[in-house]
């Protein structure tokens, strides 16, 4: 939301501007630089600020990154003296934030180390009234603001609404003479507004910073239901089996199953890593945590079974064909045949030479054939008459 400067106005510095190069300073709100005094930029929350806005004794030759994105990088912090959630912070003695805009305008508070500008002291001797206070932009009663420097005037608003707004606030003698001493700031409300000040454009900034907190409740409340209605869903579908189309849901059983056969495949880090391409943040292969990440797999694994059987309406993925029943079911046994013709028939079949067998049986034939030929050729009565002599000699002997 911070992003649309034209519908909700700015009070960090950010938008309204062409590039990058132009940004505003989220504590001075000023594009002016010199060398001694040169806008940095955090390369966490792209946050622009002055060195001596922000304490920046000297800028480092790689990346910077400011207070918060160096201690809670990447979560949101919130200020004790206003709502906004967005701009230059730094941290109080006790461990929560401010943005240093608001230590600068609240009177009782002050900075431990003026060059740093660092811890943020001084809560301690605020005041009650001050807490009490109900800013007359943002409608709200939270954190601590400020009061108009008109006289007879008691209109309270927070610092950061102020700057949305675009009130008029100055700081006569600069940031560092604001650090010295609050009597160099001066702030007014639309009402007061110095006369080279346009009045309308006040208000109508405080109507952009009007629209920007109701935009944020609903969208606030909008996030919170949805988040209900997700934790609500999640117990009701947490001992679901099926989705509302009939489409088995895998159980967690399956996850862990399939993790576990991933592991014994002895999966390298290089082959995880490219079968966890889109599913984990890890940059390297030194980064993956095994156990962890076979759990993942097998739970996008998981889904994607799921997901076909959702596409296939519950068909299953691997269907079993009726030839594959063959090796399960047991064939029936069967009757003999007692019909003789189909006996003969069967046996005429199983006589029946094959086609691989017939070129061998013709040659045997063949070779009978020419066998008996010639035995015919052979004169076998010299043979006979020769075994006869041998025989009668034979029985001769035999006698005498």
């Not at 160096?70 to 934030?97: E, H, I, Y």
Request: glycine share 8%.
């Amino acid at each position: 939301m911070d992003a649309n400067f034209e519908k909700y106005g700015s009070d960090d510095g950010t938008g309204g501007v062409d590039s990058l190069s132009e940004q505003r300073c989220a504590v001075c709100n000023d594009l002016e630089c010199d060398n001694t005094n040169s806008i940095v930029y955090c390369d966490g929350c792209n946050i622009a600020v002055h060195q001596e806005c922000y304490g920046v004794a000297f800028i480092p030759e790689g990346l910077w990154f400011c207070r918060r994105c160096m201690v809670n990088r990447g979560s949101a912090v919130s200020c004790a003296f206003c709502p906004s959630k967005t701009g230059a912070f730094k941290q109080l003695d006790n461990g929560m934030w401010s943005h240093v805009v608001c230590a600068l305008w609240i009177r009782e508070v002050y900075f431990a180390n003026p060059v740093y500008l660092e811890p943020i002291e001084g809560v301690a001797s605020i005041p009650r009234s001050r807490w009490t206070l109900v800013c007359y932009i943002c409608k709200q009663k939270t954190g601590a603001c400020i009061q108009c420097a008109a006289r007879k005037c008691t209109q309270a608003y927070h610092v950061t609404c102020a700057k949305r707004a675009g009130l008029y606030m100055a700081m006569e003698k600069g940031v560092q003479g604001a650090v010295a001493s609050n009597d160099t700031l001066k702030s007014y409300c639309d009402r007061h507004t110095p006369g080279h000040m346009d009045k309308e454009t006040a208000l109508e900034g405080i109507y952009k910073t009007r629209m920007f907190f109701r935009d944020s409740h609903s969208l606030s409340r909008k996030n919170d239901r949805l988040a209900s209605e997700r934790r609500q869903a999640n117990r009701v579908n947490r001992f679901k089996w099926k989705t509302e189309n009939g489409t088995p849901i895998a159980p967690q059983l399956f996850v862990e199953k399939v993790a576990t056969i991933l592991n014994s495949l002895k999966v390298g880090n290089e082959g995880l890593a490219r079968m966890l391409r889109g599913l984990t943040d890890a940059s390297s292969a030194k980064e993956i945590n095994k156990e962890a990440n076979f759990k993942k797999i097998g739970s996008a694994i998981c889904r994607y079974w799921c997901l076909k059987r959702e596409a296939k309406k519950g068909a299953p993925l691997i269907r079993i064909r009726a030839l594959d029943y063959e090796f399960i079911t047991p064939e029936p046994p069967t009757r003999p045949t007692t019909n003789a013709a189909e006996i003969s028939s069967k046996e005429s079949v199983s006589d029946k030479p094959e086609a691989d067998d017939v070129p061998q049986m013709t040659d045997k034939v063949l070779f009978g054939h020419d066998l008996q030929q010639g035995f015919g050729e052979i004169d076998t009565s010299e043979f006979i008459g020769s075994r006869k002599t041998k025989v009668n000699c034979l029985a001769g002997s035999r006698n005498i």
